[in-house]
């Protein structure tokens, strides 16, 4: 192994998204600084002619929108209806994706998930429904329409709306309502009528409603102003219960007149009635924004018990096409989709319709595939930052652009122990640390990602039976390189990653030395390479706005043997101040470092037009003690578990759990290629000279005994 | 002129301690990075291996006590006694030095350079006597001590120590005295009785001293307890009044005993008479530092008067080597260093003195050599910042670690007009630039700079009569050669320069750049070169610990006429996002930039080991305009003035002054050679193409009319 081969490395428990540069033998993006010969170099300057050469519209809508966070430019929350209305300006067309809360806690767990994947195609907001038999205003319940919002907006990080209704609810109870949505962060609310309860018996009375969506709106502007932003629901075939199309619309143009800012339809099956609805209701007057509520055909049954209960006719065209196909739920799927594209495209092309609000009725493929096929899901082609920023959709974390490297695969876990936090860190991690991180002891949410996961699946991947630390760390190896272990599978997850995306496919020398380390017994849970001005454009390791530089320290961070942890601190010292190390084992008993005791340690940082230097992401001596808990009890909360508490396997777990050291390795170095790895090698090679050593006193003390 | 020698830039307006990289004729840093061929590159590392093969020790005092300002080390106040006891304990001898106040006005402002040259010797502290005649306590009055300790803590940067006698005050005066100077930001007192009033007539009775310096380290004690370091006064020979040497002794151990932390000797002229001091000090318990007070003697009536106010006996050995050339004041000089070094590198050699304190009697040279004979005299190896921060010399500014970079040349008028700022911007300037900057209006002790050097001499320098935009381009250019002009003086200031040192000796490409740029009229105030990670030990554009990088975005702010105001606007937008600029003329009706409203630009930048970015220099576009006034004003209150009020001379300033354009440009590509300069002569080009079409024109009409 030479210099040049370790300067790359993995970042192996993240789910990747500061994907490695693996493609190269070298360095990829040591400059070789030089002062002597420069002139004969810029020829060489690839990343500056690909950064610059691409020009950035600082007017344009459109790279705002993307990366919706961007560097510098002192990030605030903007309303959702401002951002709308800024889109329809420029005609830019988005979707919005509507859910209902799901109905169990492993549910929940599955939506969170899946909504990271829909966030893949940049939805500009998510709609969550009230659901009034879930409890949907208790926050103590995950499931309820509250609790889902509010891990929308923090954990899935979308700019998220709440339905609300209001009509079985007092007007005190609805501002409670509002009161708590507000103290969660969020700021958009779909106000609803809501359905009237049904009569329990025949005796009673019809229930009148109480409350009107028109009230509630009133009360919203009254006790809110502009606080939130407002939408309501319209009818592009009147409500059923109004006494007149013509009725309804003017019930509709009074709750615009009253503050809604926003409409969202009720589902259609032709595009005439949303294209008449929208025009009759631009001839009286009212001029907000109107997103097309679009829900595709998924099956036979289900399509018509919808039907049924939004009091609609689903048309005869589509009733004849469906019946051939009504048993061939694939078919049904097919058409449904095809219909949905069909219609969607020409309401978007007469510009009848500025967006696609999709009712997903919590489902993903057809949703997706529709939106695919519309050219409305944008793969973000950029990354604001190493990591993904709120932007502007939370109201708090807006101005969020810096966090400890730790948490880089749990950043549901870090928002969730950063939740209570007033204000966040901006520009430099500086004395952020100091503010109380949150305990995970009620940290059920994320925790769940394991039972979701059926135990034998797991068991796959992580062994059936551990009989030594050899055999953990060919769990890591498997997870680095991805090749299938002895029982045929890949290990796609480890006990650190909230997400099982396993790692770039890319095999390169850099995965050659994760494997080589984790089979040596130092497993290692994060690391990222040394990166030296690459363009911001990268693709592999750039993020922030065109025109930047990127920059990154090598980083390592691994469970080590207290043999190996000896090793180390005989001869790290002799590479300071190049190599900054933090080492911990579980009691905090052992605790050293030789970097300053509460400076941060910028790792990744960037370089950018008309900014101050943007710097995501820090290693952080305070920090490092939180996060040590954390990573300790994974051991035995998402692996040691796994086993019969006598049987071996867990015990070799809790013996790696009782005894290894957790280290931090950085290297300060960026230019010249990374000794990192060099310096776990002269570890492991001291460790065993010791043990080899020792053998042979013993075997010698064995001699002289026999 | 090729792309590659604009790259480097003259810091003209400067002093230059940030002083450009002229010696190449390529981009000195440009590191030509390159992700295609890193491994060839490799070798060509000089700057990092430079870096880091000077290892850093972290735990010695010495490069800390260098620095004073550690980059990320979160820099705090450190008392002065703690600061001294630590300096002790390394064995490592300093100086510190005593002065008056200056008598007039005047004498202030050369007060305040001596003390610039003298901070580059690095001074542990300066003391400033309570001169009572002067008024002592006025901060209103610019010659009390109370100002001029306030002005070398601020302005000078140096750690103060003030004397403040009691003798002549109610206690409650001098609690007073006290709390001023905390307000004002001193740590340090030096508590005497002081003199007693002269008997003005024989009729009065005999003064009696009603407060002693006992009662005033008792108060200062009781009211502040550790609050300021408390030195206090030793006699080695005993003071005069004193009943007898031993009472003395048992008066300075009460001192001691009440919380004086620090003893400064009277001035002695036998080493003996210090050692002998020193030792009964320790045999009665006395541990606190003893620094010996050394007065050179610098003239031979000087030191006789001297010796007469001390009540101290001129020993005849000295008298005798001072007769046969009392009249030869060189030799008389001479003859006082010489026995001041023997005297102070025996009592250093052998162990009694930690340290020299130097009664200065406000002179600069027999000190100045003294101090280098005996090695005292660091001139420190490296910059902590790009610019002089106070490090832990201030309790408030010790965090300030970012400015922007139009006050560099100005530094004490930053200072001053940022003097009430509770809170000093720390790792990025963000939105520190809210605070109100002080107006200058009263700044008059700065302007006393143009009046201190007769006017004569400066219209050498700025010209006797100047009859064009060009004449003046020309002053400004000869600034930059510093080619002596038509009156055979070197320009060695300008308006905008607080000190009077001229730019660096070497004449480059770059320079040429400038001259050529002035002699065009296009008036360059301030710039800098763009640095693409030079190693921190770098002796021209490094700054901070060793093994770091540091960078630095091109820079360029210069006057130019509103023609080429409009030339520039024509085309500048098409460098967009590479250059940002920003361009306002006197009365703001013009400001323009296509940056970011708020959003400042970190120009100067450095990557250390351990540490966050350190970005101490950024183009901010809110003090920028606060910073556009005092450049504007300097037309006319340093230069115009020189001349009539209706003079041609005057005119011409004041057109300049009433018509030109203020603009600051940034190149943010600091990888590539910086374009500055092109986008310069672009504008020249163009404003020279407008004005000779329009004299085709103007001819072409004049024959028409003939």
């Given at each position: 192994?030479?210099?040049?081969?370790?300067?790359?490395?993995?970042?192996?428990?993240?789910?990747?998204?500061?994907?490695?540069?693996?493609?190269?033998?070298?360095?990829?993006?040591?400059?070789?600084?030089?002062?002597?010969?420069?002139?004969?170099?810029?020829?060489?300057?690839?990343?500056?002619?690909?950064?610059?050469?691409?020009?950035?519209?600082?007017?344009?809508?459109?790279?705002?929108?993307?990366?919706?966070?961007?560097?510098?430019?002192?990030?605030?929350?903007?309303?959702?209806?401002?951002?709308?209305?800024?889109?329809?300006?420029?005609?830019?067309?988005?979707?919005?994706?509507e859910f209902f809360p799901p109905k169990t806690a492993n549910g929940v767990a599955n939506?969170?998930?899946?909504?990271?994947?829909?966030?893949?195609?940049?939805?500009?907001?998510?709609?969550?429904?009230?659901?009034?038999?879930?409890?949907?205003?208790?926050?103590?319940?995950?499931?309820?329409?509250?609790?889902?919002?509010?891990?929308c907006l923090d954990y899935c990080r979308m700019d998220t709306m709440l339905h609300m209704t209001c009509t079985q609810y007092t007007k005190e109870q609805t501002i409670a309502h509002l009161e708590q949505s507000k103290r969660i962060g969020l700021r958009n609310i779909l106000a609803l009528r809501g359905d009237l309860p049904p009569n329990t018996s025949s005796d009673e009375p019809?229930?009148?409603?109480?409350?009107?969506?028109?009230?509630?709106?009133?009360?919203?502007?009254?006790?809110?102003?502009?606080?939130?932003?407002?939408?309501?629901?319209?009818?592009?075939?009147?409500?059923?219960?109004?006494?007149?199309?013509?009725?309804?619309?003017?019930?509709?143009?009074?709750?615009?007149?009253?503050?809604?800012?926003?409409?969202?339809?009720?589902?259609?099956?032709?595009?005439?009635a949303y294209e008449r609805f929208v025009r009759d209701c631009r001839e009286i007057g009212i001029t907000v924004p109107i997103l097309p509520g679009i829900m595709p055909i998924q099956g036979y049954e289900s399509i018509r018990r919808i039907a049924q209960l939004s009091q609609l006719t689903i048309p005869e065209s589509i009733l004849a096409a469906l019946e051939p196909i009504k048993h061939d739920d694939d078919a049904v799927r097919n058409y449904g989709r095809h219909a949905a594209v069909e219609m969607c495209k020409r309401i978007l092309a007469n510009g009848t319709a500025p967006a696609i609000h999709m009712y997903t009725m919590n489902r993903e493929g057809s949703c997706r595939e529709i939106l695919q096929e519309l050219g409305l899901w944008h793969k973000r082609p950029m990354?604001?930052?190493?990591?993904?920023?709120?932007?502007?959709?939370?109201?708090?974390?807006?101005?969020?652009?810096?966090?400890?490297?730790?948490?880089?695969?749990?950043?549901?876990?870090?928002?969730?122990?950063?939740?209570?936090?007033?204000?966040?860190?901006?520009g430099r991690w500086g004395n952020s640390s100091s503010p109380a991180f949150n305990d995970l002891h009620d940290y059920y949410l994320f925790n769940l990602h394991s039972t979701v996961n059926e135990k034998d699946k797991l068991r796959d991947m992580f062994g059936h039976e551990l009989r030594s630390i050899e055999d953990v760390g060919r769990v890591f190896a498997r997870y680095i390189d991805q090749k299938e272990n002895e029982h045929g599978v890949k290990v796609t997850t480890l006990p650190w990653n909230?997400?099982?995306?396993?790692?770039?496919?890319?095999?390169t020398l850099i995965t050659d030395d994760l494997v080589w380390c984790n089979e040596q017994g130092v497993l290692t849970l994060n690391s990222q390479p040394s990166v030296?001005?690459?363009?911001?454009?990268?693709?592999?390791?750039?993020?922030?706005?065109p025109g930047g530089y990127c920059y990154q320290k090598a980083y390592l961070e691994c469970f080590i043997s207290s043999e190996n942890a000896n090793s180390l601190l005989e001869f790290i010292d002799e590479h300071n101040p190049r190599i900054n190390y933090h080492i911990v084992n579980r009691d905090g008993t052992l605790d050293r470092s030789n970097a300053e005791a509460t400076t941060p340690i910028a790792v990744t940082w960037g370089v950018f037009p008309g900014a101050e230097i943007a710097q995501p992401t820090v290693v952080d001596p305070i920090s490092f003690r939180v996060w040590r808990d954390e990573a300790y009890d994974l051991w035995l909360t998402n692996w040691a578990y796994l086993y019969p508490k006598d049987s071996g396997s867990h015990t070799v777990i809790q013996d790696i759990h009782d005894s290894f050291c957790?280290?931090?390795?950085?290297?300060?170095?960026?230019?010249?290629?990374?000794?990192l790895f060099e310096v776990v090698r002269e570890m492991v090679k001291r460790t065993e000279a010791r043990r080899s050593t020792s053998e042979v006193t013993e075997k010698l003390a064995a001699t002289f005994v026999a």
């Open positions: 192994m030479t210099n040049i081969e370790i300067d790359c490395v993995q970042r192996n428990a993240s789910s990747a998204s500061l994907s490695p540069y693996c493609g190269q033998p070298s360095p990829a993006y040591t400059a070789g600084s030089n002062g002597t010969s420069a002139a004969g170099d810029l020829k060489k300057c690839r990343f500056s002619e690909t950064a610059l050469s691409r020009p950035l519209s600082r007017t344009g809508s459109d790279s705002d929108e993307y990366l919706k966070f961007e560097v510098g430019a002192q990030t605030s929350y903007k309303p959702l209806h401002e951002r709308i209305e800024k889109r329809i300006r420029s005609g830019t067309p988005f979707f919005s994706l939506f969170y998930t899946r909504l990271d994947r829909y966030k893949e195609g940049d939805p500009l907001f998510v709609d969550i429904t009230w659901h009034h038999s879930g409890d949907p205003a208790n926050l103590n319940k995950e499931t309820s329409s509250s609790s889902i919002a509010a891990g019809v229930v009148k409603p109480v409350h009107m969506a028109l009230d509630m709106i009133k009360w919203i502007k009254e006790e809110y102003g502009d606080y939130f932003t407002i939408a309501c629901s319209g009818y592009p075939l009147g409500h059923p219960e109004a006494a007149s199309y013509t009725a309804d619309l003017q019930y509709l143009k009074a709750k615009v007149d009253a503050g809604a800012q926003l409409i969202v339809t009720q589902l259609f099956f032709e595009a005439e990354r604001a930052l190493p990591w993904e920023p709120h932007g502007v959709n939370h109201p708090v974390r807006c101005k969020e652009d810096v966090r400890p490297i730790f948490w880089s695969a749990r950043p549901k876990s870090y928002i969730y122990r950063t939740r209570d936090w007033d204000d966040f860190p901006n909230e997400q099982e995306s396993g790692v770039q496919a890319e095999t030296n001005g690459a363009p911001s454009t990268d693709a592999l390791v750039g993020w922030g706005k957790l280290l931090t390795l950085v290297d300060n170095d960026f230019v010249r290629p990374s000794i």
